[in-house]
């Protein structure tokens, strides 16, 4: 169980720093720096990877771990709004994209300040 919640720890607070990395980049691509949405292109991918490591390791968590649902549930989410972020993203759909942006955001903070306010121990049903 605790390798297991380490791997979410661990797998959650890296895609969160991947989703950072992209509101820093498109900042810095929309200051003028086109070579920014390279790296923003870049990063994404490397992101989006680190949230599947995630939701692997939430179901891990829920299913022979005996932990929550809703880490799996909130990380499958994730997926499919990332999904749509991409999409939205190469259409240049700003107006989607930006917000959308924010709010994976808010929701990869919310589930990596879980992970590290609870203790293994306590985690498990």
């Known amino acids: 169980m605790n390798v297991i919640f380490w791997s979410l720890r661990l797998t959650a607070t890296a895609h969160l720093a ?16 086109v070579d920014m949405l390279t790296w923003h292109r870049n990063n994404a991918g490397v992101t989006h990877a680190l949230l599947y490591a995630q939701l692997v390791a939430a179901v ?10 809703w880490p799996a549930w909130a990380s499958a989410v994730l997926v499919a709004a990332e999904t749509v972020q991409v999409a939205v993203g190469q259409s240049r759909i ?17 589930l990596v300040a879980w992970t590290w306010l609870r203790s293994p121990r306590t985690v498990a049903s």
Not at 18 to 33: E, K, M, R
Not at 60 to 69: E, I, K, N, S, T
Not at 94 to 110: C, K
């Open 60 to 69: 891990l968590l829920w299913r022979p771990g005996r932990g929550p649902a």
């Open 94 to 110: 700003l107006s989607w994209h930006m917000p959308l942006g924010m709010a994976i955001f808010g929701a990869s903070a919310l």
């Open 18 to 33: 991947g989703v950072l990395g992209q509101a820093a980049l498109a900042g810095l691509f929309v200051t003028g720096d």
